[in-house]
């Protein structure tokens, strides 16, 4: 039997994004956005409102930073989803995160995450949310690289929204290999 729910996008796990940006005085601003993909190869889609701090930050300057939240950061990954800057002018220092000034775009990057994609906003669609984003570069933490140059996902225990229930989830068990396991049923 299969129980029928209100339709929501179940497509667990969803990101947990961080974008970071610059206010108009130069301060730092950082929020939750879990309505986010890959759109293109070197491309992503964000779907947020208009109304935010972030999306004014994005369409005035042009850059922002992506990360993705981890399991020794979720409070702080929670509390700037659920704080505007708009309201609370030292929000970024009140989550007690750390960023320097990114040196090819003009947005910040968070120092304690390991992945960071430095973005140029190409498109802003305020009817339907969208900014489009083009990952100008993309670094790594490298305790996360192995000597052969191999990505270690299992170590940094990257957190996934839970669209049902509002949860955080830990995603760090590799559990197969695309492109190789469906090679057995061939
Ligand atoms: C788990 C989570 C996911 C969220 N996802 C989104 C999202 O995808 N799009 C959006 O517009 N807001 C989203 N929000 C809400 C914003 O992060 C929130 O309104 C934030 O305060 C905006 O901050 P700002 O005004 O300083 O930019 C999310 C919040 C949480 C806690």
Known sequence: ??????????????PVILIATYNEDGSIDVMNAAWGCAYD?????LNISDEHQTTK????TGYFTVT????????????????????????????GLKAHKSDIINAPILDD???????????TNPEDYGVIADIIRLTLDEKFIDEKGNVDLSKMNIIAYDPFNHGYYVV???VGQAFSDGKKLM
């Open 57 to 60: 930050n994005i369409k005035r």
């Open 41 to 45: 190869y070197k491309q992503l889609k």
């Open 113 to 123: 995450f390991p992945i960071c994609m430095e973005c140029k906003a190409s498109e």
């Open 172 to 174: 760090n068990e590799k």
């Open 1 to 14: 039997m299969r129980k029928e729910l209100p339709v929501i996008p179940a497509l667990f796990p969803m």
């Open 68 to 95: 993705v939240a981890d399991k020794n950061h979720i409070k702080e990954a929670d509390y700037v989803g659920m704080v505007s800057a708009r309201r609370v002018k030292d929000k970024f220092i009140k989550s």
